[in-house]
């Protein structure tokens, strides 16, 4: 089984930039469809973006929409998360999660993921 270890967080202003990583290790990293999901204080955890086994597809939730990216490089065992234009409310924990597939589908829902990271805090400051 795969295990996943987010970093990147960090505190930002609002208007900058971060990039999340999550570095996946312990399983054929190919295989896994990945996604993207915060939290906030009080608030549920959302699904931010996801992107199929080979890259080639996306999803992105509509509050993120042309301000990030969401990346991976399988060759590195890694997924990455540009974060640009950032506000106040994208503070929150981020988690990686992969899921195990044969059907190289993109996965918005995080009760259709298997594995997931302990996550990074983001902060943005107004």
């Known amino acids: 089984q795969v295990q996943l270890v987010e970093s990147g967080g960090g505190l930002a202003q609002a208007g900058g930039s971060l990039r999340l990583s999550c570095a996946a290790s312990g399983g054929t990293f190919r295989l896994y469809s990945l996604g993207w999901f915060r939290q906030a204080p009080g608030k549920e955890r959302d699904v931010v973006a996801a992107?199929?086994?080979?890259?080639?597809?996306?999803y992105y939730a509509d509050s993120v929409k042309g301000r990030f990216t969401i990346s991976r490089d399988n060759a590195k065992n890694t997924m990455y998360l540009q974060m640009n234009s950032l506000k106040p409310e994208d503070a929150a924990n981020y988690y990686c999660?992969?899921?195990?597939?044969?059907?190289?589908?993109?996965?918005?829902?995080?009760?259709?993921?298997?594995?997931w990271g302990q996550g990074t805090q983001v902060t943005v400051s107004s």
């Open positions: 992107i199929n086994r080979s890259g080639g597809r996306t």
């Open positions: 999660a992969a899921k195990l597939n044969l059907l190289d589908s993109v996965y918005n829902r995080q009760d259709e993921y298997d594995y």
